[in-house]
């Protein structure tokens, strides 16, 4: 049988949970503690107490999105979920990581910001493979620069982009005779490319595609475009409480308990539905269509 714990190593085991619980990593939580790891593995293995609380505080912290920054350290993926891990010496620091992002958020160049920060860009990739964090922000901030270049690009415009736009400023010539037919088969032919109905060139199926990879392919571009606006959505989400406001939600439409809703029946009350008269109110008729009697609902 385990010798019982003593206050003080009950007080480190409290405080190295509590560690545990926001870093997901032993050996950091152990060195925040002044411990070393090896006096915690064994304290967990002869007091089950403490090792159903450990298993505890690492579902927290693989539970727990990422809220901040932690000096000399970096959030990574792991098999149970995230942790933190300490930056290897000379590897890529929080402030390089911000450098580099706030480069490609201007660039939309991967290379061009990986060198301002002082790094190579295989080592930023390498850093978005491990950690699903930096891959989120990473693609935000691609997204950023490409949308700003875009914009860019069209206000300034294209080389040229005006020599072939005279004919706009200038009333079309008439309509040269055709037949209704001639004038239906040119609506048939441009219908889609005319009102922007045409399959987009990245939908369509590819020469030597069968039709399960077809399918296949579609439906994975869909759950990732649903994946990005769920993203976006949790995002603003996450804007909205930062700045203490409340969650978006659906406006509610009030409405009465239907049960007690009364007065729109002309039924008697506490009258049945018979054979003469209508279930909601009125009689019935019986009139002759051909060689048969239909009932017919009056409100007479």
Request: with cysteine; charged share 25%; aromatic share 6%.
């Amino acid at each position: 049988m385990a010798r019982p714990l003593s206050p003080r190593q009950l007080a480190e085991n409290e405080a190295f949970l509590a560690a545990l619980a926001r870093c997901g990593n032993v050996r950091e939580a152990a060195r925040a503690l002044g411990v070393h790891r090896s006096t915690l593995t064994k304290r967990r293995a002869k007091h089950p107490a403490f090792a159903t609380a450990w298993a505890a505080a690492l579902v927290v912290s693989a539970a727990t999105p990422d809220d901040g920054e932690v000096e000399g350290l970096h959030r990574v993926r792991t098999a149970g979920g995230s942790q933190w891990r300490r930056n290897r010496p000379g590897g890529i620091t929080r402030a390089a990581e911000q450098a580099f992002l706030l480069a490609l958020s201007a660039t939309a160049n991967v290379r061009l910001a990986a060198a301002a920060a002082g790094f190579s860009h295989a080592s930023f990739y390498a850093r978005r493979r491990r950690d699903p964090v930096f891959a989120r922000e990473m693609r935000l901030a691609l997204e950023t620069g490409y949308d700003r270049i875009e914009l860019a690009l069209l206000a300034q415009g294209l080389d040229g982009s005006g020599a072939a736009e005279a004919w706009r400023h200038n009333d079309p010539p008439p309509i040269p005779p055709m037949t209704a037919n001639q004038a239906l088969q040119l609506l048939y032919l441009h219908q889609k490319e005319a009102r922007l109905l045409a399959e987009p060139a990245h939908l369509k199926r590819k020469r030597g595609e069968s039709k399960d990879a077809h399918h296949y392919r579609i439906a994975v571009m869909y759950r990732l475009a649903q994946a990005r606006e769920r993203e976006r959505f949790e995002l603003a989400e996450a804007g909205r409480r930062a700045r203490g406001e409340a969650s978006w939600a659906p406006e509610r439409v009030a409405l009465p308990d239907l049960a007690q809703v009364g007065g729109w029946s002309k039924a008697k009350p506490g009258g049945e539905a018979g054979q003469d008269r209508a279930l909601f109110g009125g009689k019935r008729k019986r009139v002759r269509a051909g060689r048969r009697r239909i009932a017919v609902r009056t409100l007479s």
